[in-house]
């Protein structure tokens, strides 16, 4: 055995969340892993289609949900095709936890705003049920969702949990034109829709993740209604190989984005190179 | 090498070009430079340090070299042939680049090289040149030197390879291709190699294994040479580049043997004559094709 | 441990004996064009002790350039994974030269970060390194100026300064001096002051010539390279870069690593780790087509970055031992040695510290 080698996982629910981005869940074959995996909101690991290759993807589950992890993706390369090909009861392999986390334990006693684009929801998803999971443990939550258009949107179920919810302020929105004609949301891109949402700062964190140009318009907006840029959290993705800092794929900077991310606050994004 | 020089500066300061490729004096030796400004044109020399081919600065695939703006290139004759492959395989315009011809007498193995130039030290593809004037050219400069040192010796190690036995040949080759790391510096120097997206990176499917394994790297190499069929302008870079001493040169060669005998065709300099890859004769050898 | 000799005679019967106890030899040896490469011997007359730096480092003896991981093989509906060895049969590296034993010792850091790499430390555990004090290649060579030098002791378990008629040796590490309790007879000690004293005045002699060829301030060159990421320089000195990875391929330091599952059939495969390098543009490339280092300045530039800032930040030292071996076999004329000496001006001026055009 060496760290290169993963665990083996059994596929045992497969979820299409749109028509091209698909959840898989998964259950460690060796019963002890089953019995004792943990992790912590934010970190990722690299989950193998045996013959393709490995793909990193942050954990998207909770870790307060101890039966099961979940992945998120899209196919857009050789392993994540492979992937898609597989289906309940296929075995994948599993590297990780790897990575640093959201500090939500520095975040309880203080009110948390999610803004998540497309699939960017699924890093957050993690923490927003790691969160709800102990609800009195936090102020008011608010979530800004986004997708191109409905169909994009992730989640769709949990989606509505949260509305349901009287404990969560949930703002959904679809860029202009990806409305559909029962759409009830908002319409407008995800940082103007923050900017509408106008959410407090006042003893509170964010939690910011999605395409590169939905954070880039979304931490200004952030900084704007008063957000000090390190209490703003938002995850980096990066073209990863070893998940473990040996590889050198991942370097932005000074920080390998596998050891001293993938989570990283404004501030720290503020002084990296935009080699990312 | 005054005359040089002197073009360079006319073409400069007269806005004809804003980038002129050349070679200057470096730390070990000739290395290629590229003088933007008029004042520095006096760091162009020609010496037979000068073996580095530098039509593949001329890529449309090197935003950082394409963002200076229109190139002047020295060309010796066998960079002649690779800027007409070029030009040939329209990877860039006549009408984008001045192509100032230099005369040359061969030029050593390795540019670090002080000299004098001996049948020792020349490039194995200098002896017995034809191209020493290059005909590919807008300007031309430098006095005709005399011939380059030594006997020509690819062809005679071609043919001691082609009297081997196949298992002998395939030995040899596996011995010197364990040696190969997968740099691609072979493919990053050539001239004539500039997929957008090269078939060894691709990944789905994955055609060629990108280990560096023996089934690997033939794979690799083997894939190059036939697709550098009729193609390769027999610079050298590869070669050159190769810091594991491999001959390709030898690879490159055979199949330009080949290609000769089939089509009649030699890397010329002359980018109106078709490559065989991207013209048909009716006249063309079939018999290979059932 | 009392310095002590060995003569070349005694030498050879020292390498046959650990090649019919079955331990693998690596030395500077001739490969069929006649350069010195470090590969297997058998005999210690196939080796080149001295000659010619080889072209390549002795990375590839603890990071192969490919090296299977794990295999797996597809049954029915589930997979099973084959591990691989993680502990190696014994090998002595006869003949290091001192930057490249430097640069084993410096990439422990990186192995050893956080998670041990296992398949990197088996080897080293197994390598016993004897490296010979270095005689100075050419003008690109700037060993001392990183830190080490054509004596340095750093990562050698035994260190070898040629001498009349054979060797002074001296045990560096406790597995060194395990080497020569185990082949006692074949050392005696150091006859007198006249032959440790020949051996001084080569490490000092050679030590100051390289030391004319670069001077830097390490700490001054991190400086400036933290602060003038948009400097410039980066944009004037990468024009005749191929983005070959020549370089690194050559290189005892850089490591970086691709990881590809190779299919054998359809059921089963083996999942390898291969050299790749920062110097390609696919490095980084997204699947979505992005690349954050989209040209070849920021490339180069990554390069010097992560070898004279990043790694130092990190792990306290830089990733180069001062080879010379990138200048050298650089096809474009590109020059590690010539850029640092650049940079160290620019330091000197106080000169441009900020963002330049």
């Known amino acids: 055995m060496n760290l290169y080698q993963p665990n083996l996982v059994t596929i045992s629910d497969v979820i299409d969340e749109t028509p091209d981005t698909r959840t898989l869940r998964l259950t460690f074959q060796d019963p002890q892993l089953a019995a004792g995996f943990d992790f912590k909101a934010g970190q990722f690991g690299e989950y193998s289609a045996f013959g393709a290759g490995e793909s990193t993807f942050c954990i998207a589950s909770s870790p307060t949900r101890k039966d099961s992890i979940e992945c998120t993706f899209k196919a857009v390369g050789k392993a994540t095709r492979a992937m898609r090909e597989l289906g309940a009861g296929d075995t994948m392999g599993f590297r990780g936890p790897y990575g640093n986390h959201f500090p939500v334990d520095r975040m309880e006693k203080a009110s948390v705003v999610f803004v998540a684009g497309g699939i960017g929801l699924a890093p957050v998803r993690c923490v927003i049920w790691n969160v709800l999971d102990t609800r009195e443990a936090f102020e008011d939550v608010t979530i800004v969702y986004g997708a191109r258009s409905v169909s994009d949107l992730v989640y769709k179920r949990e989606l509505a949990e949260w509305a349901a919810r009287p404990d969560v302020k949930l703002w959904q929105t679809v860029d202009p034109g990806g409305e559909a004609p029962d759409w009830k949301g908002e319409i407008g891109f995800v940082p103007a829709i923050v900017e509408k949402a106008a959410p407090s700062a006042k003893n509170a964190f964010a939690v910011v993740c999605g395409p590169p140009v939905m954070i880039k318009y979304t931490l200004p907006v952030l900084e704007k209604l008063g957000f000090a840029d390190d209490r703003v959290y938002t995850t980096l993705e990066n073209r990863m190989k070893c998940g473990i800092g040996k590889c050198g794929r991942c370097n932005v900077g000074p920080v390998y984005v596998c050891k001293d991310g993938p989570v990283f606050t404004a501030r720290e994004l503020a002084a990296l190179p935009q080699e990312y | ?290 | 441990m009392i310095a002590k000799t060995i003569t070349a005679e005694e030498l050879g019967a020292l390498v046959a004996d650990l090649v019919s106890a079955g331990t693998r030899v690596i030395a500077p040896a001739r490969a069929a064009d006649g350069k010195v490469d470090y590969r297997a011997i058998t005999r210690f007359e196939e080796a080149a002790i001295g000659a010619e730096l080889p072209r390549r480092s002795l990375k590839e003896f603890f990071l192969p350039p490919t090296e299977p991981l794990f295999s797996w093989h597809q049954g029915k509906g589930d997979v099973t994974v084959k591990p691989v060895a993680v502990s190696f049969p014994p090998h002595v590296v006869l003949g290091a030269r001192p930057c490249d034993a430097a640069a084993v010792e410096i990439l422990d850091r990186v192995m050893g970060w956080d998670y041990r790499d296992e398949l990197w430390f088996g080897r080293r555990e197994a390598t016993t390194i004897v490296s010979v004090a270095c005689p100075g290649v050419d003008g690109s060579c700037f060993c001392t100026a990183t830190g080490g030098g054509p004596d340095s002791k750093r990562g050698s378990d035994l260190m070898m300064v040629p001498v009349d008629g054979g060797y002074l040796v001296e045990a560096v590490t406790p597995k060194g001096q395990a080497f020569v309790g185990a082949h006692a007879a074949r050392f005696v000690d150091a006859a007198d002051a006249g032959t440790t004293a020949a051996a001084e005045a080569f490490r000092t002699g050679v030590r100051s010539r390289v030391a004319e060829h670069l001077t830097l301030s390490l700490p001054a060159l991190r400086r400036w390279l933290e602060g003038s990421f948009d400097h410039e320089l980066w944009r004037a000195i990468v024009l005749r870069c191929h983005g070959c990875g020549a370089c690194a391929s050559v290189c005892p330091t850089c490591h970086c690593f691709d990881i590809v599952d190779e299919p054998e059939g359809v059921r089963a495969g083996t999942r390898r780790r291969n050299w790749d390098t920062c110097q390609t543009a696919r490095f980084t490339v997204h699947a979505s087509g992005h690349n954050p280092r989209a040209d070849q300045n920021a490339r180069f530039r990554q390069r010097v970055l992560h070898k004279f800032s990043i790694y130092p930040g990190r792990f306290g030292e830089v990733l180069c031992t001062g080879c010379g071996r990138c200048a050298r076999a650089c096809p474009g004329g590109m020059d590690l040695p010539e850029v640092l000496k650049t940079i160290t001006a620019l330091v000197g001026t106080g000169a441009s510290r900020e963002a330049a055009v």
């Open chain 2, 1 to 290: 090498m005054k005359e040089l020089q002197e073009l360079a500066r006319t073409l400069l300061s007269s806005g004809t070009v804003k980038v002129v490729f050349g070679w200057e004096e470096g730390p070990r030796g000739a290395r290629p430079a590229f003088i933007t400004d008029a004042a520095n044109a006096g760091r162009l020399v020609f010496d037979h340090r000068c073996s580095h081919t530098l039509a593949t600065y001329l890529s449309p695939r090197r935003p950082h070299m394409t963002r200076l703006g229109k190139a002047a290139i020295v060309v010796k004759g066998c960079d002649a042939r690779a800027v007409a492959g070029l030009l040939r395989e329209a990877q860039v315009k006549r009408e984008d680049v001045v192509i100032i011809g230099v005369r040359c007498g061969g030029v050593a193995a390795d540019p670090a090289d002080a000299g004098p130039l001996t049948a020792e030290n020349v490039a194995e593809r200098c002896p017995g040149c034809t191209a020493r004037e290059p005909h590919l050219a807008d300007h031309m400069v430098g006095e005709t030197k005399p011939e380059p040192p030594g006997a020509p010796t690819r062809d005679a190690r071609i043919a001691e390879l082609d009297a081997m036995s196949a298992p002998e040949r395939w030995a040899f080759w596996q011995a010197e291709l364990a040696r190969c790391i997968r740099c691609n510096a072979c493919r990053e120097v050539c001239p004539m190699c500039f997929c957008e997206r090269c078939v060894a990176d691709k990944t789905q499917p994955q055609w060629l294994e990108s280990s560096p394994h023996p089934r690997g790297n033939f794979a690799w190499h083997v894939t190059r040479a036939l697709h550098q069929a009729g193609r390769c302008a027999d610079c050298g870079e590869c070669a050159r580049a190769c810091p594991a001493g491999i001959p390709l040169g030898l690879l490159n060669r055979k199949i330009a043997g080949i290609v000769a005998d089939r089509f009649d065709y030699r890397a010329t300099d002359d980018p109106s004559v078709p490559a065989p890859i991207g013209a048909f004769s009716v006249s063309d050898r079939q018999e290979f094709i059932l």
